[in-house]
T-cell receptor, first 111, second 109 residues
């Protein structure tokens, strides 16, 4: 029972490169979220998926796209990475929005 | 739009001293408030919710609607309380959370 898993754990990209961050959960939760964590700014919601087949923008969606592949998986794509996207990215899930369960995070550096 | 503010980015106390982490919010409806904690090298996890009105690891938090605050308190801080603490607000409907900026608590021996 892994809970919420994220891959990769670390990634270094050059400006303009693309990549996809993967998130998977085995908790049978309906809702999934992507956040970025930056010093002094807390966690900011990038995109979320209230249920399978739906996605919505959060607070800071520019430069990102998401795919809710199925109930278990929610991926975040950076089409053309920029240094401003250097951050720690967290995936989270919840059953009915009451409590969110977080993954271990992906530390991304864009040079 | 809703907003959560944690005025202290850093807070340092000595072991055994009381600690209070401040959280203020703005929201026109009836919010649900949470405290999440991230210990070093661990995942972010729920510490407590205002509606459960329970004490977790000696921490309590009371929702004060008049002052729009949800401060986290512990009478005697322990070294293992050192962590990053986030206050979060959930709207009446929907599943989104709005997080504050976080407070890094250090408890010194």
């Amino acid at each position: 029972n892994a809970g919420v898993t994220q891959t990769p754990k670390f990634q270094v990209l050059k400006t303009g490169q693309s990549m996809t961050l993967q998130c998977a959960q085995d908790m049978n939760h309906n809702s999934m979220y992507w956040y970025r964590q930056d010093p002094g700014m807390g966690l900011r919601l990038i995109y979320y998926s209230a249920s399978e087949g739906t996605t919505d923008k959060g607070e800071v969606p520019n430069g990102y796209n998401v795919s809710r592949l199925n109930k278990r998986e929610f991926s975040l794509r950076l089409e053309s990475a920029a240094p401003s996207q250097t951050s720690v990215y967290f995936c989270a899930t919840s059953l009915a929005g009451v409590q969110q369960y977080f993954g271990p995070g992906t530390r991304l550096t864009v040079t | 739009a809703q907003r959560v503010t944690q005025p202290e980015k850093l807070l340092s106390v000595f072991k055994g001293a009381p600690v209070e982490l401040k959280c203020n919010y703005s929201y026109s409806g009836s919010p649900e408030l949470f405290w999440y904690v991230q210990y070093s090298r661990q995942r972010l996890q729920l510490l407590l919710r205002h509606i459960s009105r329970e004490s977790i690891k000696g921490f309590t938090a009371d929702l004060n609607k008049g002052e729009t605050s949800f401060h986290l308190k512990k009478p005697f801080a322990q070294e293992e309380d050192s962590a990053m603490y986030y206050c979060a607000l959930k709207e009446t409907s929907g599943s989104r959370l709005t997080f504050g900026e976080g407070t890094q608590l250090t408890v010194n021996p």
